[in-house]
């Protein structure tokens, strides 16, 4: 199918890779309880835009840019977890308004762009990603494909498929969860601060990983 071998097999795999807990899954998660599903729904959009982008650069040889140079490796990684400790401060030193006694407070009103942005910014700057999708598409690859740039394509288009479809998932389950905790300010002010506590730690587990 489209230049692949063992295709039904990659569907199993990549759906259990997308169901593994990783910084992609934590970020959606933390978005969705603290600020709500509209923020959750574009950091999906978000992360799976950074998927294509991967899938791209894997069927064209730029991945493997990463793959050759320990330098642009570092560099990309530093980036990706920098930007991630600079959103979680973010959220730690900021300081909501006050809410009325009584009314559950809303979520912490971020932009649609910025919020997808974000999500973007954060897939594609992590490395690890990259090569991740460039060691794991090729297998799936047939070699007697007539284009193996379109059967990459084809491949990423359904693993980003199958993803997104995950990540909706936790989107309506942790944005429930999310009405739920922010019945009070106190409540709210601390998933915040949760939140910003999480994107600190993926950064500097990133900024470690080898």
């Known amino acids: 199918m489209f230049g ?9 795999s990549g759906l259990l890779l997308n169901i593994t807990p990783g910084q992609d899954t934590l970020y959606i998660v933390t978005r969705s309880v603290a600020q709500g599903r509209a923020a959750g729904l574009w950091s999906v959009l978000g992360i799976s835009t950074g998927s294509v982008v ?9 991945s493997a840019i990463l793959a050759t140079s320990a330098h642009a490796f570092t560099i990309v990684k530093l980036a990706g977890a ?13 300081r909501p308004a006050p ?11 971020e932009s649609a762009w910025a919020i997808y942005r974000a999500a973007v910014l954060t897939n594609v700057l992590n490395p690890k990603v990259a090569l991740f999708f460039l060691a794991f598409l090729p297998q799936f690859v047939a070699p007697q494909a007539s284009s193996r740039v379109a059967a990459f394509l084809f ?8 993803g997104t479809l995950w990540c909706l998932v936790l ?8 009405r739920r905790l922010r019945r009070n ?12 506590a ?12 080898k």
């Open 99 to 109: 809410a009325a006694a009584g009314v559950e407070p809303p979520p912490r009103h």
């Open 155 to 162: 491949l990423g288009a359904v693993f980003v498929f199958n």
């Open 171 to 178: 989107v309506l389950g942790a944005s429930a969860l999310s």
């Open 4 to 12: 692949t071998q063992h295709f039904w097999l990659f569907v199993v």
């Open 198 to 209: 999480v994107f600190v730690g993926l950064g500097a587990r990133l900024a470690l990983q």
């Open 82 to 94: 920098g930007y991630l400790v600079y959103l979680g401060v973010k959220m730690l030193i900021e």
């Open 54 to 62: 991967h899938t791209l650069a894997a069927a064209f040889g730029l």
């Open 185 to 196: 300010a106190a409540g709210a002010r601390r998933l915040r601060q949760a939140t910003g």
